[in-house]
């Protein structure tokens, strides 16, 4: 795998160090893109890979590309638009690590195979930090066989990795993770609050939550910067309300009503219409303490 040249297209918080970790361990990452052409070129100049202009060139110039973009809408831009990344594509493996509706992966698969190329998805439950030291929580989607033969690669990004199945798979379970994350971190933050104005002691509330039926990664994870109101983004509000959308729409598609994830879209729903969207998923306090939403 360390012969293959790496390129990533969408260098945010998490593209940006998956391409450090990567650079440090050894791998060649030749080609890298961004919307932000500074930050392109900031980061190439960093790992000594070339940012260039056009998605096409990123193509032309790897034998990898991982994918790390914001969205759908972001992701039908790289791959179906004027500029795209399936130009000239054959004997390219797209590695594509956002959150997306699981249809469009399973398109893109399709769409991929048409052009000579292949297409993994690896959804990551993880964050920053675990970007930058290779201990992302993966969970890949798409043909095993393609799975098992970027599996170095892959090993050398995570701490856990998971085959789940086919095409689309893979999305089908991060949303599920996202959708009860963010219904835990919505409860805790609506406990805190209430806590809060009961005129409770929240460290010694956090204490007992901990030692009962009330305790989450969450609590361990965000209850601090509930009650501190430090929300430095990690995951983004907008992108709480962006999973539970689709875990709600693939509820629905089965004839499943989902009470809470409704109620936690409606909450980060909120606060993104408030301006308040790159907030980290803890921003969510910001609505369940008195005198924060006003």
């Known amino acids: 795998m360390k012969d293959h040249k790496i390129g990533f297209v969408g260098l945010g918080r998490m593209g940006s160090n998956m391409a450090r970790c990567l650079k440090d361990k050894g791998y060649t990452v030749s080609a890298v893109y961004d919307i932000d052409s500074e930050l392109a070129k900031d980061l190439a100049n960093e790992v000594n890979a070339i940012a260039y202009d056009q998605l096409a060139q990123v193509t032309a110039n790897a034998d990898i590309i991982l994918t790390v973009v914001t969205n759908d809408a972001a992701m039908?831009?790289?791959f179906f638009g004027d500029d795209n990344l399936l130009t000239e594509a054959a004997g390219t493996t797209f590695i594509n690590c956002a959150t997306l509706t699981p249809s469009l992966h399973v398109q893109l698969e399709s769409a991929a195979k048409e052009?000579?190329?292949?297409?993994l998805e690896a959804c990551m439950a993880s964050s920053i930090p675990q970007a930058r030291n290779g201990?992302?929580?993966?969970?890949?989607?798409?043909?095993?066989?393609?799975?098992?033969?970027?599996?170095?690669?892959?090993?050398?990004?995570?701490k856990a990795l998971h085959y789940v199945g086919p095409s689309g798979k893979a999305s089908e379970v991060k949303a599920l993770v996202n959708m009860v994350m963010n219904i835990n971190t919505a409860a805790l933050a609506e406990g805190l609050g209430i806590g809060d104005a009961l005129g409770l002691d929240l460290k010694m509330l956090c204490d007992i939550f901990s030692q009962t039926g009330a305790n989450s990664r969450v609590l361990?994870?965000?209850?601090?910067?509930?009650?501190l109101r430090d929300h430095?983004?990690?995951?983004?509000?907008?992108h709480a309300a962006k999973d539970s959308a689709i875990a709600?729409?693939?509820?629905?598609?089965?004839?499943?009503?989902?009470?809470?994830?409704?109620?936690t879209f409606d909450q980060y729903a909120k606060l993104t219409d408030l301006g308040k969207g790159e907030l980290d998923k803890s921003g969510v306090a910001e609505l369940t303490f008195k005198g924060r939403n006003n």
């Open 76 to 78: 039908d831009a790289i």
């Open 115 to 119: 052009h000579g190329a292949n297409c």
């Open 135 to 158: 201990e992302l929580f993966l969970m890949i989607g798409g043909d095993e066989a393609l799975f098992n033969q970027h599996k170095p690669l892959l090993d050398d990004m995570s």
């Open 220 to 227: 361990e994870t965000d209850a601090e910067d509930m009650i």
């Open 232 to 238: 430095e983004c990690y995951f983004s509000a907008e």
């Open 248 to 263: 709600l729409k693939l509820a629905a598609a089965q004839g499943i009503d989902a009470p809470l994830a409704q109620a």
